[in-house]
């Protein structure tokens, strides 16, 4: 039987140890921290993200936290739509996305996972392209390692080196909110050098965002987010007064450089180790997704590695950089492109739009 260790237990090293695992792999997981959770975030699965988690058999479990009726756009602060999205046709042409919270995916991963499969509280110190693992608890070896341990990788030295994050010049503080009444409206507000992001949960809380440009490592109090956006349109200003500052996650935004490669000797590199990526497309944990089930697909195959990196390498830096280029617009400041952006926004047809997001919903793994 071959055998595999996955380094990181989040979204995509789950995914990965769960397509290995159907492929009759015998998989561990190595994960630093004592217990695996995300707290104070939510996640956009699109139609692409779960075509990969049918093919992994949790398709239909995730898509019981969707909600039926919703509503979809970009509004400008004072609460005027600037472009709304036709959500009727997006669930008839790619399906209806769901957002889930990420404690809650975890748990459908995990729970889908023979008993044994997850180790935690075992930091990973080195790699090799041979297959060796040094970590707290030893060394051990496998047929494939892969790299799913985010955009700080241990793995990502022994396939590429040392390669430094991106800072794209804002900060983001992440919240999950309980709600007074349940929302409907998702989407996205764009002021100048800020936004403000709104995604209900089928369990009545609401999953909300806010970016705005900062330098790199400001340490800041939740204070001052709820003075920027405070005077916005509601629900931002409610949302924002039931919030627990300390259940909040406050991180910079980084994406990773082209790597020349996500595989080496029997390494292969998923997620934020091969392609973070900002979240103005909500497209980094479905990427994760894609990539589990097609280094599942490839990994045993002679030249699969290869393959992998084929398949997945292109795809995902086209999304890093296209969501890259959506940050910089969203993100403007001065006035007079914020005016000819929301003016450019409320002349877009409907069908660009969906033109535009064909070309990544309608990927297949």
């Given at each position: 039987?071959?055998?595999?260790?996955?380094?990181?237990?989040?979204?995509?090293?789950?995914?990965?140890?769960?397509?290995?695992?159907?492929?009759?792999?015998?998989?561990?997981?190595?994960?630093?921290?004592?217990?695996?959770?995300?707290?104070?975030?939510?996640?956009?699965?699109?139609?692409?993200?779960?075509?990969?988690?049918?093919?992994?058999?949790?398709?239909?479990?995730?898509?019981?936290?969707?909600?039926?009726?919703?509503?979809?756009?970009?509004?400008?602060?004072?609460?005027?739509?600037?472009?709304?999205?036709?959500?009727?046709?997006?669930?008839?042409?790619?399906?209806?996305?769901?957002?889930?919270?990420?404690?809650?995916?975890?748990?459908?991963?995990?729970?889908?996972?023979?008993?044994?499969?997850?180790?935690?509280?075992?930091?990973?110190?080195?790699?090799?392209?041979?297959?060796?693992?040094?970590?707290?608890?030893?060394?051990?070896?496998?047929?494939?390692?892969?790299?799913?341990?985010?955009?700080?990788?241990?793995?990502?030295?022994?396939?590429?080196?040392?390669?430094?994050?991106?800072?794209?010049?804002?900060?983001?503080?992440?919240?999950?909110?309980?709600?007074?009444?349940?929302?409907?409206?998702?989407?996205?507000?764009?002021g100048r050098g800020a936004r403000f992001g709104i995604a209900p949960l089928v369990d009545g809380r609401v999953y909300c965002f806010a970016v705005y440009d900062a330098p790199e490592n400001?340490?800041?109090?939740?204070?001052?987010?709820?003075?920027?956006?405070?005077?916005?349109?509601?629900?931002?200003?409610?949302?924002?007064?039931?919030?627990?500052?300390?259940?909040?996650?406050?991180?910079?935004?980084?994406?990773?450089?082209?790597?020349?490669?996500?595989?080496a000797g029997r390494i292969a590199l998923l997620g934020d180790a091969a392609h973070a990526m900002t979240p103005n497309l909500g497209q980094g944990g479905c990427q994760a997704l894609e990539?589990?089930?097609?280094?599942?697909?490839?990994?045993?195959?002679?030249?699969?590695?290869?393959?992998?990196?084929?398949?997945?390498?292109?795809?995902?830096?086209?999304?890093?950089?296209?969501?890259?280029?959506?940050?910089?617009?969203?993100?403007?400041?001065?006035?007079?492109?914020?005016?000819?952006?929301?003016?450019?926004?409320?002349?877009?047809?409907?069908?660009?739009?969906?033109?535009?997001?064909?070309?990544?919903?309608?990927?297949?793994?």
């Amino acid at each position: 039987m071959s055998t595999a260790i996955v380094v990181g237990g989040g979204i995509g090293g789950m995914a990965a140890a769960l397509a290995l695992v159907g492929r009759g792999w015998s998989v561990q997981v190595l994960e630093r921290v004592p217990e695996v959770t995300e707290v104070g975030s939510g996640i956009s699965l699109w139609s692409n993200a779960l075509r990969a988690l049918d093919a992994l058999g949790v398709g239909d479990a995730v898509r019981g936290q969707g909600m039926a009726e919703i509503s979809a756009g970009i509004r400008d602060d004072r609460g005027r739509w600037i472009s709304r999205t036709d959500v009727t046709t997006l669930r008839e042409r790619f399906g209806a996305p769901v957002v889930i919270h990420r404690a809650r995916l975890l748990d459908i991963l995990r729970a889908a996972l023979p008993e044994g499969v997850i180790r935690t509280g075992v930091a990973v110190r080195e790699v090799t392209v041979d297959g060796a693992v040094v970590h707290d608890a030893g060394t051990s070896t496998a047929d494939l390692i892969v790299g799913a341990d985010g955009i700080r990788s241990v793995v990502r030295r022994a396939v590429c080196g040392e390669v430094a994050p991106r800072y794209a010049g804002y900060t983001a503080w992440r919240m999950v909110v309980d709600s007074e009444k349940q929302l409907t409206d998702f989407g996205e507000t764009w002021g100048r050098g800020a936004r403000f992001g709104i995604a209900p949960l089928v369990d009545g809380r609401v999953y909300c965002f806010a970016v705005y440009d900062a330098p790199e490592n400001t340490d800041g109090e939740f204070a001052e987010v709820r003075d920027l956006f405070g005077n916005w349109h509601q629900p931002i200003p409610d949302l924002l007064a039931a919030t627990d500052p300390n259940a909040v996650l406050h991180n910079d935004i980084y994406d990773l450089p082209a790597l020349p490669t996500f595989t080496a000797g029997r390494i292969a590199l998923l997620g934020d180790a091969a392609h973070a990526m900002t979240p103005n497309l909500g497209q980094g944990g479905c990427q994760a997704l894609e990539d589990a089930v097609v280094l599942g697909r490839l990994a045993a195959e002679p030249g699969g590695l290869a393959r992998y990196d084929r398949e997945r390498r292109p795809r995902t830096q086209m999304i890093t950089e296209r969501s890259a280029r959506i940050g910089t617009v969203a993100q403007l400041s001065a006035r007079p492109l914020v005016a000819l952006r929301n003016t450019a926004l409320r002349l877009t047809p409907t069908s660009i739009q969906l033109r535009s997001m064909a070309e990544i919903l309608d990927g297949t793994c």
